[in-house]
């Protein structure tokens, strides 16, 4: 499993965009890039997942350069609801159930 | 939409005693999962189920936890007999299919061994 290194933490204000960086300078061929979310006493949420370049869906958008040792989350206009954890996990696709191996995450705040 | 539920939301038992955490994945989703957490400490992974067995267990997973998909819809997690250290909460996870890393994770069941 390639190791993941992110930021402890990141403070924001309303309606910036934040990025957050994930560096796996061991990432392997076969390894894909997810990010979940994680609020207070509830479940992780599942943001976005990505092999190269850039993806994009309702939430996000993850930029992955050609290299793929690094990746970064990037979340438009934040809220004060977008306070959470963060997480980026790297692991390869097994077809068989993929578990997920959390790291400690980024904590996110977001003020008014 | 579609979620994955958990019963009980806080289970309370004493050292020593069974405990049963209950979840309902999403209906037509293959692959679950057991996820624990300890209060301020990081999401541990300790068993997926697919196809009506194990396909994967990590260390946590010992003799006194066991799995079940009894009756096609719940997926239970039982722990024979609790210690302190089980404290912690339980998280259940369904996947649709075996191609991405989208899991749909549960409330969670607080679990207090006393």
């Known amino acids: 499993l390639a190791k993941t290194t992110q930021p402890i933490s990141m403070d924001s204000y309303e309606g910036q965009e934040v990025n957050i960086t994930c560096s796996h300078n061991?990432?392997?061929?076969?390894?894909?890039i997810t990010w979940y979310q994680q609020f207070p006493s509830q479940g992780p949420r599942f943001i976005i997942q990505?092999?190269?370049t850039k993806v994009t869906n309702e939430v996000a958008s993850l930029f992955i350069p050609a290299d793929r040792k690094s990746s970064t989350l990037s979340l438009p206009r934040v809220s004060l609801s977008d306070t959470a954890v963060y997480y980026c996990?790297?692991?390869?696709?097994?077809?068989?159930?993929?578990?997920?191996?959390f790291g400690t995450g980024t904590q996110l705040k977001v003020e008014l | 939409e579609p979620e994955v539920t958990q019963t009980p939301s806080h289970q309370v038992t004493q050292m020593g005693q069974e405990v049963i955490l209950r979840c309902v994945p999403i209906?037509?989703?293959?692959?679950f999962y057991w996820y624990r957490q300890i209060l301020g400490q990081k999401v541990e992974f300790l068993v997926s189920?697919?196809?009506?067995?194990?396909?994967?267990k990590s260390e946590i997973f010992d003799d006194q936890f066991s799995v079940e998909r009894p009756d096609g819809s719940n997926f239970t997690l039982k722990i024979r007999s609790t210690k302190l250290e089980d404290s912690a909460m339980y998280f259940c996870?369904?996947?649709?299919?075996?191609?991405?890393?989208?899991?749909?994770f549960g409330p969670g069941t607080r679990l207090t061994v006393t």
């Open positions: 189920f697919y196809n009506n067995e194990i396909s994967e």
């Open positions: 996870a369904s996947q649709l299919a075996g191609d991405s890393y989208e899991q749909y």
């Open positions: 996990l790297v692991g390869a696709l097994t077809g068989g159930g993929n578990k997920l191996t």
């Open positions: 990505g092999y190269k």
């Open positions: 209906s037509n989703h293959l692959y």
């Open positions: 061991n990432i392997a061929t076969n390894d894909y």
